[in-house]
């Protein structure tokens, strides 16, 4: 079973420039996932949706071809994959022939589905998206919709997480609201790089006290946790505590290596958000 720190994160490393699906390294989400109660049955669905900025291969002449491609991983997959291992997995592809693009999305969407589901004794897809060239100028830049928690003027003290900072009116009528938030920051897990990121977070039900909202999401500046670990914390966190009837969360992190890493998680059927980056990705 990989470990995070059995990895090539913060290893010196040779870059592969030829096809090498080996690169990839999945890290199995169940052991994160116990850290927050969370086994068996998972209480929400979802998915991790990752741009890739850099990918580029040779067609049938020897001539570079460049793309950008979307990744969409149901959080159902057992394993996550480490993005350093992607990152030299897609490098991989630069010195290599293909025919056509349609045939490096089919190789992408079969070496991805197999490290996602690696060792579950399941197999299953996960969405690939190629744009090509003529589309880069159609590819929108918008900030996350809602009510800006960051106009609030609070002490911040804790930054590591604090989930008893979150409280809800439960003795009110309820609301439906959407919070938004770009002072989201965590590290790797591994390497303690900084990880920055935009937060999206729509309930319904008791209405959540906001800046103590803000204080929890501050909370999570010097923790060292994964995108998607860290996503799922914040959603058990707010379950729990403040009880709402439906909730998403959907957290936007700048890129690193050319990846960003954008998960969701929600309680209840809904589509997913299109993939559409922020202006600090």
Not at 152 to 172: G, K, S, V, W
């Amino acid at each position: 079973m990989n470990s995070p720190e059995a990895s090539t994160l913060g290893k010196s490393t040779s870059y592969p420039d030829h096809y090498d699906p080996s690169q990839l390294y999945p890290i199995p989400r169940a052991d994160k996932r116990e850290e927050v109660g969370v086994s068996g049955t998972l209480p929400f669905s979802g998915a991790d949706l990752w741009t890739a900025f850099e990918l580029s291969w040779l067609n049938p002449r020897g001539k570079p071809q460049v793309a950008i491609a979307h990744f969409t991983v149901p959080c159902e997959t057992p394993n996550i994959i480490e993005s350093k291992s992607l990152k030299l997995y897609l490098g991989s592809y630069s010195n290599t022939q293909f025919a056509s693009a349609d045939e490096v999305r089919d190789r992408l969407r079969a070496d991805l589905s197999e490290a996602a589901w690696r060792d579950s004794g399941r197999a299953a897809t996960i969405g690939v998206k190629l744009l090509l060239p003529d589309a880069f100028d159609r590819e929108p830049v918008h900030e996350m919709d809602g009510l800006s928690l960051d106009r609030l003027d609070i002490e911040c003290t804790d930054y590591q997480p604090r989930p008893d900072l979150l409280h809800a009116a439960f003795d009110e009528q309820p609301v439906e609201e959407t919070l938004t938030s770009n002072l989201l920051k965590s590290n790797c897990l591994v390497t303690g790089q900084p990880d920055w990121g935009s937060i999206q977070i729509h309930y319904a039900g008791p209405q959540i006290e906001q800046g103590g909202l803000l204080q929890y999401l501050v909370s999570f500046r010097n923790h060292n946790e994964f995108h998607e670990q860290c996503v799922e914390r914040i959603y058990m966190d707010l379950w729990r505590r403040c009880k709402p009837t439906k909730l998403w969360v959907y957290a936007r992190y700048t890129r690193r290596g050319g990846l960003d890493i954008n998960p969701f998680r929600t309680s209840h059927p809904i589509a997913l958000p299109k993939n559409i980056r922020t202006a600090r990705q």
